[in-house]
Nanobody, 124 residues
């Protein structure tokens, strides 16, 4: 069964850090660009960051530039999102998604597979 599984979410105080993981099973993540998206209650889903299959191309939403870092370990079939200096407005359910057109990444691409999401709560 082809699936993506996110982990690493939780409750963190403002200014804190979390590292999200996106692990693939049933397929090789190395051929896919991976995007991280988030959706807060009452808001539309938005792109946060993405990385090409080779890892040499990344994109970030303006709201997270300088605070979040996306990376991948193809040997572990996993992509990470390091989130530092978290703000209350970063609270959301975070999803990862895989795009079979792996050479570039973008938030408007038609992603092939989606995970179920992991909750991030930023509160004191």
């Amino acid at each position: 069964q082809l699936q993506l599984v996110e982990s690493g979410g939780g409750l963190v105080q403002p200014g804190g850090s979390l590292r999200l993981s996106c692990a693939a099973s049933g397929f090789h993540l190395e051929y896919y660009a991976i995007g991280w998206f988030r959706q807060a209650p009452g808001k539309e889903r938005e792109g946060v960051s993405c990385i090409s299959s080779s890892g040499d191309s990344t994109n970030y939403a303006d709201s997270v530039k300088g605070r979040f870092t996306i990376s991948r370990d193809n040997a572990k079939n996993t992509v990470y999102l390091q989130m530092n200096s978290l703000k209350p407005e970063d609270a959301a359910v975070y999803f990862c998604a895989a795009d079979g057109y792996g050479s570039r990444c973008g938030f408007l691409r038609p992603y092939d597979y989606w995970g179920q999401g992991t909750q991030v709560t930023v509160s004191s």
